[in-house]
């Protein structure tokens, strides 16, 4: 799926740039691919696939060890 249209970036390409530890913002994740935001409709979904990332590994709170939260 595109998450930017303006540089034909996909869930993937974002996916891989947080994965692989080059990308710990959204910012970084435009300079990986050597561009930046230019109409910025797709910032706030970078931004939250850069925190989402951030947030796997933390437990719900609610769960043992076979919860999917971690
Ligand atoms: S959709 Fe990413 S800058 Fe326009």
Redesign the pocket.
């Known amino acids: 799926m595109y ?5 034909g ?1 996909n869930d993937r390409q974002v996916r891989a740039a947080i994965d692989e530890g080059r990308a710990g913002s959204a910012a970084q994740v435009y300079q990986h691919y050597e ?9 706030p979904f ?1 931004r939250d696939m850069v925190n989402a990332a951030k947030t796997v590994g933390v437990s719900c709170g609610r769960c043992g060890d076979a919860c999917d939260c971690k």
């Open positions: 998450v930017c249209l303006c540089h970036l561009c930046k935001p230019r109409c910025g409709k797709c910032v970078v």
